[in-house]
């Protein structure tokens, strides 16, 4: 077992837990209980999510992502150390610090660019992968192959965090109350270099923020905008930022989206839909929808059993 692998297993658990909501804001659990066996594993109807969030390490073959980033697992990942010079994973108990090793690389690349650029003592790291990918029981409908990773807007305090303050403490409101607009309590002019250093990298192809936050980028960004494309607003992203990187070079069961356009995205009518009145004040459907049923492991690319059951 490598020395990287063995340094982010110190403090996690053997299983993971399951919380309502996987949000940077959702506090986790050091008291952790593990998920109950399946009593029909191999039942067609299952959800993937259950298979695939409870299997606790990766698989011992060479790194492979199949599918799309919603739809889709990874084989051969690697883990983020839970400790860094410069970056600290937060809510061990959800063990999703795994991702292709080119995530990991630019992850700890960004920590040493937001100590360097923006003077952060570094980044906390949320939500990256599970062991295998998939889908989780738990919050996202994205992270599934390895290439999506969840950055706090809140800057890495200048010591180690304990187990309990990962799992109990918040990300802080990036977010103005009647969300026009960022909060200028707590977002800062540190926080622009932060994302537009992770959205120059190459291989990055998509950053989601808050509407506001893109608001704020627009108006404060100067020189070079055209790292503006990549960020893209997204609904509930008030307290972190999401980077999404490309299907790596020879990931050929990969499925890649369409790249960005070179539009800044940031006229009027590029935010309008944003901050119009049922973005910000939905009113909920007179028939409440019927809930979605999950999606089952027959749904996924066939390569996801092999990823799902290998050693």
Same mark, same amino acid.
Do not use: D, H, I
């Given at each position: 077992m490598s020395l990287r692998l063995i340094l982010s297993l110190i403090? =996690? *658990?053997?299983v993971i837990a399951s919380t309502p909501l996987a949000l940077a804001q959702t506090k986790g659990s050091v008291d952790l209980k593990p998920l109950p066996p399946l009593a029909n594993p191999n039942d067609p109807a299952i959800g993937a999510k259950e298979l695939f969030g409870r299997?606790? =390490? *990766?698989?011992?073959s060479p790194v492979r992502v199949v599918g799309f980033y919603a739809k889709g697992c990874i084989a051969g990942a690697e883990a983020l150390p839970i400790n860094g010079p410069t970056w600290q994973?937060?809510?061990?108990s959800r063990n999703r610090n795994w991702a292709h090793p080119q995530l990991v690389e630019l992850l700890e690349r960004l920590s040493v660019k937001a100590n360097?650029?923006?003077?952060?003592?570094?980044i906390l790291v949320g939500d990256m992968s599970q062991p295998r990918g998939g889908p989780m029981i738990t919050g996202h409908a994205s992270h599934q192959v390895g290439l999506d990773a969840d950055i706090w807007l809140t800057p890495m305090p200048n010591r180690q965090l304990s187990r309990n303050e990962r799992e109990e403490m918040s990300a802080v409101m990036m977010v103005r109350h009647d969300r026009l607009d960022i909060d200028p309590t707590t977002w800062t002019p540190s926080h622009l270099p932060v994302i537009r250093a992770a959205a120059v990298e190459p291989s990055v192809e998509r950053i989601f923020v808050n509407a506001a936050i893109k608001k704020a980028l627009c108006r404060e960004a100067k020189g070079d905008r055209?790292?503006?494309?990549?960020?893209?607003?997204?609904?509930g992203h008030d307290y972190h930022f999401h980077v999404r990187i490309k299907c790596p070079v020879g990931s050929?069961?990969?499925?890649?989206?369409?790249?960005?356009?070179?539009?800044?995205?940031c006229s009027a009518g590029d935010l309008a839909y944003w901050f119009s009145d049922a973005v910000l004040h939905p009113k909920p459907p007179p028939i409440p929808p019927k809930p979605k049923p999950p999606m089952t492991l027959s749904e996924m690319p066939a390569a996801c059993r092999q990823v799902l059951t290998a050693p």
């Open positions: 403090f =996690l *658990p053997a299997k606790v =390490l *990766p698989t011992k994973v937060m809510r061990l360097k650029n923006a003077g952060w003592p570094g055209s790292w503006l494309s990549k960020v893209r607003p997204m609904y050929t069961e990969c499925e890649a989206q369409p790249p960005p356009n070179e539009s800044e995205g």
